[in-house]
């Protein structure tokens, strides 16, 4: 027996994703684990080194597509009360990498602190936010981030330098494997009404540009002029079973009930296909296939 396998009460073999997943997508991991705190996460992450099993981590799915039956290796998921607490220290928030990006832009609000209202309306949790922007340092996410606490892909507990990961390191995986478990944000100590007037604006704004809805994943392809491409290359309401092209946003995929992975993942390669028909341009998927 593994060491993985011998962490019985921390690791499900076979366990199902699909109460961690979007849109009533489903799936299974080889090992899954849903660790209560930062030392057990440890002894997971330790275990799975040692037995040279591959390990991904689940925020709210919201851009990850699962594409087999079974995803291999270890499917970490942070959404114990460890994971996912958020607190107000000054003019500081510390939120668990697994806390909904809406709980955070909220107790922000409240305490008067400023900088994160930009990203109302968009799901997901503080890592998988994190993880879509660096090291593209999109909307400035990283620019309030002031520590980021992980744990390395050994296990370790460690603390990742914002500074470096905010000029970039070009790499897609600049956190280097590790886990994120808890982000340090400092912000700007704001009036009630303006932050509120802010969160007003920047909702009425995503409402124009972007898709709102919570059936929605995306963005599909990386790059700033993508989103021009697929537009001039009609792609616009394109569809395949459940899934169909955003018409706000030719980036985002909308998800009707009942979803189908393979749907998903037929329409992206029909959308790629057709970007390169009509440019002959291969853009660059963006949106994770499990
Ligand atoms: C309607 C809508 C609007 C959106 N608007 C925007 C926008 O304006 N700008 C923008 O940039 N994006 C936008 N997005 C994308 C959005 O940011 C991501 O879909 C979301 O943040 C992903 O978070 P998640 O928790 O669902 O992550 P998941 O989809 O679960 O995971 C995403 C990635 O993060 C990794 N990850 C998750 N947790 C951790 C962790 N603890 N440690 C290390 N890695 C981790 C996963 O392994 C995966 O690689 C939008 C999406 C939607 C559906």
């Known amino acids: ?6 962490l019985t009460g921390l690791v499900r073999k076979g366990g ?12 299974r991991a080889e090992f899954l684990a849903a660790p209560q705190s930062r030392a057990d996460l440890e002894r997971v992450m330790a275990a799975a080194k040692a037995d040279e099993i591959s390990l991904r981590v689940l925020g709210s799915g919201h851009h990850v597509i699962v594409a087999r039956e079974e995803v291999p290796g270890l ?22 990498a697994g806390a909904p990006l809406s709980a955070v832009i909220e107790v922000a609000a409240r305490a008067g602190l400023s900088g994160l209202e ?46 470096m990961l905010r000029q970039g390191n070009n790499s897609h995986d600049p956190f280097l494997g590790a886990v994120i478990v808890e982000v340090e944000f400092q912000l700007d100590v704001q009036d009630q009404e303006s932050i509120d ?35 001039k290359s009609d792609v616009a309401r394109r569809g395949e079973g459940c899934a169909e092209v955003c018409d706000r946003n030719p980036n985002y995929i909308v998800v009707r009930s009942p979803a189908n992975a393979g749907e998903i993942i037929g329409l992206i390669e029909a959308m790629r296909l057709r970007v390169r028909e009509r440019f002959h341009v291969d853009v660059e998927r963006q949106i994770n296939i499990w």
């Open 1 to 6: 027996m593994g060491a993985l396998e011998a």
């Open 16 to 27: 199902d994703l699909s109460p961690y997943l979007p849109m009533g997508l489903t799936g």
């Open 75 to 96: 499917v970490l998921v942070l959404a114990a009360e460890a994971f996912t607490k958020v607190e107000v220290r000054g003019e500081w928030i510390v939120a668990g």
């Open 118 to 163: 930009h990203l109302v309306g968009e799901p997901g949790t503080v890592a998988g936010a994190l993880r879509l922007r660096v090291p593209e340092g999109e909307d400035a996410l990283i620019d309030h981030v002031q520590r980021i606490r992980a744990v390395s892909a050994s296990g370790r507990s460690e603390e990742l330098d914002a500074a």
């Open 197 to 231: 007037q802010r969160l007003k604006r920047c909702w009425i704004e995503r409402r124009i540009k972007e898709p709102l809805r919570n059936n929605t994943v995306g963005p599909v392809f990386r790059g700033a002029d993508v989103t021009d491409l697929l537009r």
